[in-house]
């Protein structure tokens, strides 16, 4: 529907018309007109075929994780579709079991990361002057840290524990996050619907849940898009580097690393595991890149992931 | 805000404002540094913090379950935890001003002997990605943009959406299916080098490491540079040059690029910056000794000093190319030392 041309006249209209999904028709429209481009629909596919079967995978599996049933290393036979793993576990039935915790760390990393960003994002965003600017002091802090880096001083010390690993991943998207919703509320608060509600007198509060936040929601989508790609690729190193979740808990990251060491004998230990991470991700990013587009209306989502992306700096004072 | 910088409009390209505009820089360049000390500062206590604050006390985080109460009692005193926090933090970040990071509670050898070798390593890995990235990324983004929907620019755009969204590791195992086990057997999987010897003595062993960090650092570079230059050429003093009769050619290098070297140079900062973090786990993958194995290795081994002292480097790492980014940024745009 938004072809290039209504795309432009969007942006020449300014600041009318940025002021986000609210004129757009909501994330539902947003969602469908993501949707009918072949890379949102595409994306979305993967991601739901992933997600299916890391929540069906452990009651369908032939069997359990743990059991050894075949000669270690073998390779793919009628018994053990993808062979047998470094110590002759069934690497299908470890694959079909080792993806819940995976997505549910992620998930939780993310909310927690998008959530505490908002939040600081905002507020630094609405109340300006000196809280402003020590917000923003503490995440150039923030930002000072690769994320890998500060994920692994967190587990460092305490050791790697789930709930460690979704803090630390969490903690190292807020930055970023604020940095972006923070310039989202900006933009929002300077329109004139936020400025005629200050100058009728609404209440501050008023404000920033009827007025702020529902123009933030297609930024917020984004950005959870985004985030959750990254968490599940932080997360997914983190274990595979040996800092997530520890073995014998089947989980795809683990299975990458315990099996590199056959993969000329069996490479199905790691390439299936490797599969089942990159079609996620990949469907995460081709989605996430059509709702973008949709929800901003230019054909330049691509700047918009950048300004996300794993680094980001500020160019202007 | 845009990281994909708005390029200049053509008055900025002319020199007499931007000189009367120089007035502005020194301040900003002062506020800049001031800013990046006190961010130094910052991340120093948040390293410091982050191994005192979390639970379990660092001597028996190192010795494990297995160390007795006198062996933590002599471990926490070698590393002065008896000490006030205050005093403590003191006192290594005043050993680390003076070049002594402190021991390794492992290797039994100064901190400082074991990182160095691994910090020329991995500049090694670090520079000859950063090259040949921004290379193909750069070309690549001028040339998707100057044939918009084309053939380049659509193969490209798709490409750097799939391949953004791999993990390092994966790619780095993918390359190493195909080029030295399953596939074909031509490139070494596994750096057999020793931390210490040169890493350019064994160029083979470089390889894969090298593509898998420019396999993944093309994609952002390439899509920054193709968004910075579709603005540069819808611009007034582009039409300009276009109805002017000029060469395609001429008109893409000499009048739209120039404008676009803001987002250049902020390409190159970023791709450092991205490199600091992505080299740990291709580190890991291909057991290259650089600072990312070092640090995998630290937090493995629990070597709460060796661990500190590479954070910290990592994150100046990241401070000082943020700052240099920012005043080269300044330099060649004008517009931008006035804030809006």
Known sequence: MTGAGSAAGARALGALTRAGGADRGGIAAITRQALRTKRGAIGLALVLAVVLFAVVGPFVAPYSPDALVTVPLSGPSGHAWLGGDFLGRDVWSRLLAGGGALLLLAVLATLLGVGAGTAIGVTAGLVQGKTDSVLMRLVDVGLAFPQIVFALLLVSVAGARPWLVVVAVGVSHTPQVARVTRAATLDVAEQDFVKVAESNGVRRWRIIVFEIVPNLVSVLMVELGLRLTFSITLIAGLTFIGFGLRPPAPNWGVMINENRIGLTLNPWGVLAPIAMIAILTIGMNLFTDAFASAAIGVDRAGDLMLEAAPFAAEAAP | MSLAATPASPGEAVPAPARRAGGTLLPLLGRRLVAGVFTLFAVSVVVFAATQVLPGNAATAVLGQSGTPQRVAQLEAQMHLDRPAVAQYASWIGGILHGNPGTSLVANQSVASIVLPRVLASAALVLIAAVVGVGIGVVGGVLAASRRSGLIDQSMSLGSLIVTAMPEFVVALLLVVLFSTTVLRVLPAVSVITPGRSVLDSP?????????????????????????????????????????????????????????????????????????????????????????????????????????????????????????????????????????
């Not at chain 2, 090298?210 to 910075?228: E, H, K, N, S």
């Open chain 2, 204 to 340: 083979a062993e470089l390889v894969l490491p090298i593509a898998t960090l420019v396999i993944v650092i093309v994609p952002y570079i390439f899509r920054m540079m193709r968004g910075a230059m579709l603005e540069a050429l819808e611009s007034d003093y582009v039409e300009m040059a276009r109805l002017k009769g000029l060469s395609v050619r001429r008109v893409l290098f000499v009048h739209a690029l120039p404008n676009a070297l803001a987002p250049v140079i902020q390409v190159i900062g970023l791709t450092l910056l991205y490199l600091a973090g992505g080299i740990v786990v291709v580190e890991f993958v291909f057991n290259y000794p650089g600072l990312g194995q070092g640090l995998v290795n630290a937090v493995t081994t629990r070597d709460i000093p060796a661990i500190q002292f590479l954070v910290l480097l990592l994150a100046a790492f990241y401070v000082f190319v943020n700052i240099v980014t920012d005043v080269l940024v300044l330099l060649v745009s004008p517009r931008r030392r006035y804030p809006r």
